[in-house]
């Protein structure tokens, strides 16, 4: 069933990029496997997916060791200060950063290994109370911030947008989104760059790539209902 919502999937997303006179390349999915047991991610991996998106930090490291070396890990869920030293160098991209005191740490811990993790600042577009992220006012104050940090790289933004039945109704958050990035990659800041637009999940990631979105994020579309339970 994974391999076959994986074709489903990409074939969507080729659909989307053809509407918008995209290249197909510019769009990676991420299977966002939380929650999921290690079997489900090898069959994904055999349908080829390379990059995979996590929300825990203790999910992340026990799952990472047992996956083949070539995969791309994402942590895409609010990340503790106390918790990042356990995915610097490990991780390929952090993509929930909101605040200068995350990126200070991440910055700490990267210096201290001798590497340079890449970030995504995480903005908040519809103003959701229950969520995490920057409101759109301040991302580019924070950009300017965290540009001055060593050992971080920001390539771009990430967003979750609401939770909605008529995927339209986001085409705006994720068309602000872009714009956003457009004007902060206008102020030329050192060490940023805005290639990145992460946004769009099973229920709305073609309206995302339709806007713009180079990553999408899908759990349920590849793996099914997540069952929290267990
Ligand atoms: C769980 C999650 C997803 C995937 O959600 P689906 O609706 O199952 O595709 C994407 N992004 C983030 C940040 C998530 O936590």
Redesign the pocket.
Known sequence: MISENMVKVRNKISAACQRAGRAENTVTL?A?S?TKPLEDLKEAYAAGARDF?E?KVQELVDKMPNMPGDVRWHM??HLQRNKVKYIVGKVYMI??VDSLRLAEEISHEAVKQGVRVKILMEVNVAGEESKFGISPKEAPTLAEQISKLPGISLEGL?T?APYVTDSEENREIFAKLRQLAVDISRKNIDNVTMNVLSMG???D?EVAVEEGATYV???????GE?NYQI
Do not use: L, S
């Open positions: 991420i966002v939380k998106g929300n895409i869920g993509h929930g990430m979750i999940m099973t229920g990631y994020r899908v759990g349920t579309g590849i793996f997540r």
